[in-house]
């Protein structure tokens, strides 16, 4: 599981992250585990192999669930963070 947050550094991109994509800085964090847990027991549920899930963290620093992408893109974020997510998918989805 991979946890990357897109701080958005101006106005525009705090009220929507793509209207300014120079003003995005990017910092790969560990999952918190109550946050983890939840997350594994979604993907489980559904039987995804993969998931990219998008999440906010609201004023109280609670993490809120917005959607689920089961095709969804992360390499920008990979090349931002140097996670490496497509080495972790390549080998998870040669075990299944």
């Known amino acids: 599981m991979f946890t990357v947050l897109i701080h958005a550094g101006s106005a525009a991109s705090r009220i929507d992250w793509r209207a300014d994509y120079k003003n995005l800085s990017y910092e790969w964090v560990e999952t918190p585990p109550k946050v983890a847990k939840c997350l ?35 390499y920008w ?17 040669s075990d299944v």
């Not at 996670?83 to 080998?91: E, G, H, K, V």
Request: some cysteine.
């Open 40 to 74: 594994s027991k979604y993907v489980a549920k559904l039987g995804l192999a993969y998931a990219a899930i998008d999440l906010a963290i609201d004023m109280n620093d609670r993490w809120v669930f917005l959607e689920s992408n089961s095709a969804g893109q992360y």
């Open 77 to 93: 974020l990979e090349a931002h963070t140097g996670a490496p997510i497509t080495s972790a998918l390549c080998d998870h989805l």
